[in-house]
C-alpha cells in the first residue's frame, strides 16, 4: 500500500471505519494511523481479504481485528513462515550452488543464512545427515528475526565465483541470481548493505569497544592480552 496515495489511504481508511463499525467500535484518526503503519507492506487486495477471512473465523471472527492477526492470515505465523523460507532456500542450495552469487526476495533469509556463515558455507554441508540439523537451527534464527524489525542485512548472499575474485584482486562479479519474485528481489538488493562494507561495520564497531574499555581500565588490551598469552606459555613451560 502507497502511504503517499491519497486515493488508497482513503480506500484502506474506508475498510478499517467499515471493520470497526462491524465490531461496534469507533476508530480515531490515530488509531487509523497506527493500522497503516503496521499494515503499509501489504497490498490493499491482500488486506482486504484477510479482512473478510478474519470476520468468517469460527475462533477469532467474533473480536476486531488486531494487526498482528492480519498479518498472520496474510503471511502464517512465525513457524509456518520459517518453513517456507527454509524450502526456498534449500531449492535455490541444489539449483545454483555455492558458486553464483543470489539475492532471495526476503530480507531476513539473507540476515539468516549470513548469520550461519554465508551462501559458501550454507551450500557445503558435509553431509545429508547434517540436513535436520540445518533445517532446524535456520528455521529457529529465521523466527527469532520475524517477531522484530529487522537493522540490517547484506544485499546479497556472496558465492564462490566472487569470493575467488577478490581473493585474487579482481573486482569482476556478475549479477547475482534473483531467488522467489524477481521485483521483491530486487528491493531487498537496494535496502540492503554491501557485504564489505558489513564487515568494516562490525571491525569499526570492535574497535570502538576496545577503545571504551580502554578508557575505561586505564590499560591496552592489546598488551593486557599479550602478558596473559605469556602467562600462560611460563605456565605451560613449567
Excluded at 11 to 26: C, D, K, P, R
Excluded at 89 to 106: E, M
Excluded at 153 to 178: D, I, W
Aim: aromatic share 8%; glycine share 8%.
Amino acid at each position: 500500500m502507497d502511504v503517499k496515495n491519497p486515493q488508497q489511504v482513503e480506500e484502506f481508511t474506508s475498510l478499517m471505519t467499515g471493520i470497526a463499525e462491524y465490531y461496534g467500535n469507533e476508530l480515531s484518526p490515530s488509531g487509523i494511523k497506527v493500522y497503516m503503519l503496521g499494515l503499509q507492506r501489504f497490498e490493499l487486495p491482500d488486506l482486504k481479504r484477510a479482512c473478510s477471512l478474519h470476520m468468517q473465523s469460527p475462533d477469532k471472527g467474533q473480536f476486531m481485528p488486531k494487526v498482528a492477526d492480519l498479518i498472520r492470515i496474510i503471511e502464517g505465523d512465525t513457524g509456518s513462515q520459517a518453513g517456507q523460507a527454509w524450502v526456498k532456500a534449500d531449492k535455490a542450495l541444489r539449483i545454483q550452488g555455492p558458486y553464483r552469487d543470489v539475492c532471495f526476495d526476503d530480507p531476513i533469509i539473507h540476515r539468516v543464512i549470513d548469520d550461519m556463515g554465508g551462501w559458501i558455507h550454507f551450500c557445503t554441508r558435509a553431509d545429508e545427515n547434517e540436513y535436520p540439523f540445518q533445517q532446524k537451527e535456520f528455521e529457529r534464527r529465521y523466527q527469532g528475526y520475524a517477531v522484530r524489525p529487522l537493522q540490517d542485512y547484506p544485499k546479497l548472499l556472496v558465492g564462490m565465483a566472487t569470493h575467488q575474485n577478490g581473493v585474487k584482486g579482481h573486482s569482476r562479479r556478475e549479477l547475482p541470481a534473483l531467488i522467489g519474485d524477481v521485483d521483491a528481489a530486487m528491493r531487498v538488493y537496494q535496502g540492503g548493505v554491501n557485504p564489505a562494507q558489513q564487515i568494516n561495520d562490525k571491525r569499526t564497531s570492535v574497535a570502538k569497544f576496545i577503545a571504551s574499555m580502554e578508557s575505561k581500565t586505564g590499560k591496552s588490551l592489546a598488551i593486557e592480552n599479550q602478558s596473559r598469552g605469556k602467562e600462560s606459555d611460563h605456565e605451560q613451560d613449567a
